[in-house]
């Protein structure tokens, strides 16, 4: 399946990042680490800010317009199918966020 983005055709674009997914290297320094856009705050306050602002949020491969996966692009049609106002987020440009929120369910 192919699919079309609005970031220029690149499926592993990160609306959320302005960062590149690259291999984790031990030499890598801090300071090129890729950061998310609330890298100020801690990623356990950023997901109860998310949950606290939002009714219905999924963190899901890609976004609620773009879903990566068939277990995304389904959650979101079925919302849709009963005119649920989502917010999504994607947790595949940032494998931390992924992780914490893994912990914090």
């Known amino acids: 399946m192919n ?24 030499d890598t320094h801090q ?7 609330s890298s100020d705050m801690p990623l356990h306050a950023a997901i109860a800010q998310d949950i606290k602002e939002n009714p219905v949020l999924i963190y899901m491969k890609g976004f609620p317009e773009f879903p990566m996966c068939g277990f995304s692009a389904l959650a979101v049609k079925v919302f849709q199918q009963y005119g649920v106002p989502i ?3 994607d ?8 992780e914490s929120v893994k912990a914090h369910t």
């Open 3 to 26: 699919y079309s983005s609005p970031h220029g055709g690149d499926p592993n674009a990160n609306m959320n990042s302005t960062a590149t997914r690259i291999a984790v290297d031990p």
């Open 31 to 37: 300071d090129f680490e890729p950061k998310s856009r």
């Open 87 to 89: 917010c999504g987020r």
């Open 91 to 98: 947790i595949l440009g940032d494998l931390k966020l992924k």
